[in-house]
């Protein structure tokens, strides 16, 4: 029933800016983190940025140039791409740990959203 539905995603010339946003659904009892990946062809995914209690963690990659955020009216998180660049290009996968009500004895699990696109132009 917890999913992560993204939004955004596209092409944007180089120096660009672009916004994704994630958000959870479904019987929460909280999250305790949430944050972004992106994985290029034949490179292994990595952890672009992470939010936890408002701590906000980067990749050095992207210090700078990006910034994640929390939406307090919803469960969901912001990534604010500015800056790009084409080794930014990827797709890039919302990432969160939830304790779903369901599973309150488990604590929390990890869930994954579909993954989104990002290509960054010359």
């Known amino acids: 029933q917890v999913q992560l539905v993204e939004s955004g995603g596209g092409l944007v010339q180089a120096g660009g800016s672009l916004r994704l946003s994630c958000a959870a659904s479904?019987?929460?009892?909280?999250?305790?983190?949430m944050g972004w990946y992106r994985q290029a062809p034949g490179k292994q995914r990595e952890l672009v940025a992470r939010i936890i209690s408002g701590r906000t963690t980067y990749a050095d990659s992207v210090k700078g140039r990006f910034t994640i955020s929390r939406d307090n009216a919803k469960n969901a998180v912001d990534l604010e791409m500015n800056s790009l660049k084409p080794e930014d290009t990827g797709v890039y996968y919302c990432?969160?740990?939830?304790?779903?009500?369901?599973?309150?004895?488990?604590?929390?699990?990890?869930?994954w959203g579909q993954g989104t696109q990002v290509t960054v132009s010359s």
């Open positions: 990432h969160a740990l939830i304790v779903a009500m369901s599973t309150i004895a488990r604590g929390d699990l990890e869930y």
């Open positions: 479904g019987s929460i009892f909280s999250i305790n983190a």
